[in-house]
C-alpha cells in the first residue's frame, strides 16, 4: 500500500471504501492479493454489468488481439466498429423500433454528455438546459453543470452556467407531479426560465440515491418536451444496457428519445466506451465539429458486439435480470420492514436498487461491515445514505442470495449496536471491528 500513499493524488474515492490491493477478478469477485474473495455488488459503478473477465467476451477479444486486429482507429471506419454497428442495428435498435445514427464519442459518460449538449444547443439555437435534482451526468465543466450534487460542482473553480434546475420525481412529496411545473414555467413567460434547448434526465438516478422516475412522470416529462419542442436526452449511462431489465432504461416507458447517451457497460468488459444515439434528422454536425483521439476503441467494439450477440438475441437474459430484481425487491422490502423503524426505505426498479438510510453515518456502518464480510457495497445519494446494490446481472442465484444476506446480518449488527451505543465513534468502531 506504501506507493498509493507517496505518489497517488488524494483525490481517490473508491480506494477508501475499500483498501486492499486487488490483483484479480472473475464473474461476480474480487480478488485480493492475499487471496481473501470478495462478492463485487460494487461492478465498476454500472460498467461490469456482465461480471469480470466474461469468458465469452475474454475469448473474442484474444482471438481479435492475436490476428493483429486494430485496436486504436479514430473515426476510420474498420472492420470491429462495421460488425459492432450492425449487431447493435439489428439487434437492439430494430427490435426496439428506435431509429438512431450512432456518434462515437470520447470514451467516458461525461464526452457523451458533453456531445449531447453540445449538439442540442446547436441545433436548437438555445442555450439552457433543463437538469434535475440530485441529476449526475459527469464532471467536466458541461456535464457537471447538470449535475446536482455540491461536493462535485464545488470543485469547478469556476461558475456553472447554461443550466437551469426543476425538481426530480418525488423530489417535492409523491403526489406532486413535477412535470406540471416544467409545463408551468415553459408557459410563463415571467417564470424566469429560458426556453430551453434540451431536458437531460436519468431515468434511474445512480449517484443521486437510486432514484426512479414512475413511467408515467417518464411519459408526462416526454409529452411536454414535444409540445414545446425541446429535445429530450436520455442519460442512460448507468441505468442501461440492461440494469432496469430492459436495455434501454426508457423501454417500458413507451418513450423515444430524442438523444441517448451511453457508456459504461456497453462495452460488456470494462473497456472504455460511449456514444450518442441521435435521432437521423437532428444529426447536423459538420465533419470534424466534434471529434476526439479515443473515438475508436475497437477492442471495445469486439466486446460490445460479443455481448450484444450472447445476451440479447432474444429475451432469455431480460427475463433473468427481471427475475433477480423482483428478488432483490422482495428481500429490500423484507429487510426494511425487519429493521426499519423509521431508519430504513427502499428505492429503485430491476437490479438497480437500494436500501435508503436516514443518515450516511449509518449506511457507511453498514457498508464497512457487509465489506468486512465479504462483500463489496457502495452509497449514493447527497448525503451518501443510500446502500447501492449493483452486483453483475449475471450473478448466480446463490451469490445473490449470499450477498444480500451478509448486508442483511450488517444491517442487523448496526441496528443492535446503534441501539445500545453512545455518540462516540470509538465505542462504534470497537464494537465494530468485533462484530466483523
Excluded at 70 to 95: M, Q, R, S, V
Excluded at 385 to 396: A, G, R
Aim: proline share 3%.
Amino acid at each position: 500500500m506504501k506507493i498509493f500513499d507517496e505518489i497517488e493524488s488524494e483525490v481517490q474515492s473508491y480506494a477508501r471504501s475499500f483498501p486492499r490491493v486487488f490483483n484479480r477478478a472473475k464473474g461476480e469477485y474480487l480478488y485480493s492479493e492475499d487471496g481473501t474473495e470478495y462478492l463485487d455488488f460494487l461492478a465498476g459503478a454500472g460498467t461490469l454489468n456482465y461480471g469480470h473477465n466474461n469468458d465469452v467476451f475474454k475469448e473474442k477479444l484474444l482471438e481479435y488481439i492475436a490476428s493483429d486486429g486494430i485496436t486504436h482507429g479514430l473515426d476510420l471506419h474498420t472492420k470491429a466498429k462495421g460488425e459492432f454497428l450492425e449487431t447493435f442495428n439489428e439487434k437492439i435498435l430494430k427490435p426496439r423500433d428506435l431509429d438512431y445514427v450512432v456518434q462515437f464519442t470520447g470514451p467516458t459518460g461525461t464526452n457523451a454528455v458533453e456531445a449531447a449538449l453540445k449538439l442540442a444547443r446547436n441545433i436548437t439555437g438555445r442555450e439552457n438546459i433543463i437538469a434535475f435534482t440530485n441529476g449526475f451526468h459527469g464532471v467536466s465543466l458541461g456535464a457537471l453543470a447538470a449535475t446536482g450534487n455540491s461536493h462535485h460542482r464545488g470543485a469547478a473553480g469556476v461558475s456553472l452556467n447554461g443550466v437551469s434546475r426543476v425538481p426530480y420525481d418525488g423530489y417535492l412529496g409523491d403526489n406532486i407531479d413535477t412535470t406540471a411545473y416544467l409545463e408551468k414555467l415553459l408557459t410563463d413567460s415571467s417564470s424566469g426560465i429560458d426556453t430551453p434547448a434540451a431536458v437531460i434526465v436519468e431515468t434511474v438516478q445512480g449517484e443521486g440515491g437510486i432514484n426512479a422516475a414512475s413511467l408515467d412522470w417518464l411519459r408526462n416529462l416526454s409529452a411536454v418536451c414535444k409540445k414545446h419542442e425541446i429535445l429530450l436526452i436520455i442519460d442512460d449511462i448507468q441505468a442501461g444496457c440492461g440494469r432496469t431489465g430492459s436495455y434501454f432504461s426508457f423501454e417500458e416507458a413507451g418513450i423515444k428519445p430524442d438523444i441517448v447517451t451511453l457508456s459504461k457497460s456497453l462495452s460488456g468488459y470494462g473497456l472504455p466506451f460511449a456514444v450518442v444515439l441521435i435521432r437521423p434528422e437532428i444529426d447536423l454536425w459538420k465533419p470534424g465539429e466534434h471529434n476526439g483521439t479515443f473515438r475508436g476503441n475497437n477492442f471495445a467494439f469486439v466486446t460490445a458486439k460479443a455481448a450484444i450477440d450472447h445476451y440479447w438475441s432474444d429475451n432469455t437474459f431480460a427475463d433473468s435480470v427481471k427475475r433477480k430484481g423482483s428478488y432483490i425487491s422482495q428481500r429490500l422490502n423484507s429487510i426494511v420492514a425487519e429493521y426499519g423503524e423509521g431508519n430504513f426505505s427502499t428505492r429503485g426498479r430491476g437490479m438497480f436498487q437500494g436500501i435508503n438510510c436516514v443518515n450516511g453515518e449509518l449506511a457507511s456502518k453498514i457498508t464497512r461491515i457487509a465489506f468486512q464480510q465479504g462483500v463489496m457495497i457502495e452509497t449514493s445519494g447527497a448525503d451518501d445514505q443510500v446502500i447501492k446494490f449493483l452486483c453483475p446481472l449475471t450473478i448466480s442465484d446463490e451469490n445473490l442470495k449470499r450477498g444480500i444476506d451478509i448486508v442483511e446480518n450488517a444491517v442487523k449488527a448496526v441496528c443492535a449496536i446503534e441501539s445500545e451505543m453512545p455518540e462516540d465513534n470509538c465505542y462504534f468502531d470497537d464494537v465494530y471491528h468485533e462484530a466483523s
